[in-house]
């Protein structure tokens, strides 16, 4: 069984090699042939980029869209991936995922983390007022 520290470094190795090859994040424990996975990647399309991720998180922290919409922007604009996928790069049940993208459920704030890990953020304390969070991002 892998430890916390062995399944961060693979984590970051995957998403290291991957954001090299510029293809979309594939979790390694979906063994598939490199033919196969160019067809796969030729049928999707990605909007990855650095300005995507960062709109999504100027609208998460000024309260224009919610931690789920925010987390289902990222895991489909940024990283190309559906559920299932992303579920298992991160480690987490699908059904576990869906619930956090609908803002249902109450999760520890060590899932939350986990889930938005792949995207350098994390659970943390921010200003109520607005008008705050304005000036800091201006």
């Known amino acids: 069984m892998k430890t916390s520290d062995n399944k961060d470094q693979d984590l970051k190795n995957t998403l290291n090699r991957l954001r090299a090859r510029n293809l979309p994040i594939q979790s390694s424990s979906l063994p598939i042939a490199e033919e196969e996975y160019m067809k796969w990647d030729t049928q999707r399309q990605r909007v990855s980029s650095g300005h995507s991720r960062v709109a999504v998180m100027r609208a998460l922290l000024s309260g224009e869209i919610t931690q789920g919409q925010a987390l289902k922007k ?10 299932d996928e992303y579920a298992k790069l991160v ?8 619930e956090v ?9 060590d899932i939350i983390n986990k889930i938005f890990k792949p995207f350098g953020l994390e659970t943390g ?10 000036s800091l991002l201006s």
Do not use: F, M
């Open 91 to 98: 480690d987490v049940s699908r059904k576990t995922l869906s």
């Open 125 to 134: 304390l921010v200003p109520i007022a607005k008008k705050i969070i304005n």
């Open 74 to 83: 990222l895991r489909i604009e940024v990283l190309g991936l559906k559920q």
């Open 101 to 109: 993208e609908n803002d249902k459920g109450n999760y520890t704030a």
